[in-house]
């Protein structure tokens, strides 16, 4: 399972001080940038994070959002290495979506019992690609770009050719994801 020394941590702050290294490293400056503090057990974990990258992130308009969804792309490979008790028997996004509920929210919360998780469903099928909503905690959808980019990062490591996209919902906290093949030429110039 998890390593003694997981636990003290936890996996909020442990997100925390992943985006913040990711943002400093995209800035190019020689340390972390610290817009905000959160130690062991008192971090809010995903609730903290669009907090963390509207400060992180350059001031233009979607910065912040940018920010979370190149951050959970690059986040996807260091979970799967850090955490690979997550993802046993997943072997595809649309496995790991399903997964979600019953398997990867338990083990993130044995490992972080204060880090609200939003809640995944899946759409019936609808043809082309896959569709899920995500019902965020507290009525907040700030951190659907996150989910986007770790969506994106996921396809990356199963080499599926995806294109993820976001819609936000009329309901507070409520956001739709379509998952969808992309075209041939377009995955042809990407990969």
Do not use: W
């Not at 503090?37 to 990258?53: E, I, N, Q, T």
């Amino acid at each position: 399972m998890f390593m003694a020394r997981e636990r003290p941590t936890g996996m909020g702050s442990f997100l925390c001080a992943e985006l913040m290294d990711f943002a400093a490293a995209e800035r190019r400056q020689g340390g972390p940038v610290t817009p905000a503090s959160c130690g062991p057990g008192a971090c809010a974990g995903l609730a903290h994070l669009p907090d963390l990258a509207r400060a992180a992130a350059p001031s233009s308009a979607d910065a912040a959002d940018a920010l979370l969804r190149r951050f959970g792309t690059a986040l996807f490979r260091t979970l799967v290495r850090r955490y690979p008790t997550f993802f046993v028997g997943i072997a595809s996004t649309a496995d790991l979506l399903a997964a979600f509920e019953h398997q990867l929210a338990d083990e993130i919360t044995k490992l972080a019992p204060h880090v609200a998780l939003p809640s995944v469903s899946l759409d019936p099928a609808s043809g082309v690609g896959l569709r899920f909503r995500c019902r965020f905690p507290d009525g907040r959808d700030d951190a659907a770009p996150l989910v986007e980019g770790l969506v994106a990062g996921s396809a990356r490591h199963f080499d599926e050719p995806f294109d993820v996209g976001c819609e936000r919902g009329p309901e507070p906290g409520l956001a739709s994801f379509v998952v969808r093949p992309r075209a041939r030429a377009a995955a042809g110039r990407n990969r």
